[in-house]
């Protein structure tokens, strides 16, 4: 059965540093993209990073020098680095494996950003 676990969110104020992480089980974890998204309440879950089987990145404009994702394939875990984070960060975020339309979703870890 495979399992993702996000960790890490919480509550900062803004300008704040978080990370989140990614734990999996039950999959050959080094065989798959991964992904960062998020869902702020009332709106639709939108990407935030993306990551290749080999660690090779790419963002999505809103979030590109402030958040770095990265993997630890030895550790079959995914990361994402939250610098300079503000009020419009405030989201669920979602670790994702595989792609959205058949991959693998975590349950979600709550990242808020208030002053």
């Known amino acids: 059965q495979v399992r993702l676990v996000e960790s890490g969110g919480g509550s900062v104020q803004p300008g704040g540093t978080l990370r989140v992480s990614c734990t999996a089980s039950?999959?050959?974890?080094?065989?798959?993209?991964g992904s960062w998204w998020r869902q702020a309440p009332g709106k639709q879950r939108e990407p935030v990073a993306f990551?290749?089987?080999?660690?090779?990145?790419d963002y999505v404009g809103s979030v590109k020098g402030r958040f770095t994702i990265s993997r630890d394939n030895a550790r079959n875990t995914m990361y994402l680095q939250m610098d300079n984070l503000n009020l419009e960060d405030t989201a669920t975020y979602y670790c994702?494996?595989?792609?959205?339309?058949?991959?693998?979703w975590g349950q979600g870890t709550q990242v808020t950003v208030s002053s």
């Open positions: 994702n494996l595989g792609g959205a339309q058949s991959g693998y």
């Open positions: 039950g999959i050959v974890f080094n065989l798959y993209a």
């Open positions: 990551i290749s089987q080999s660690g090779s990145p």
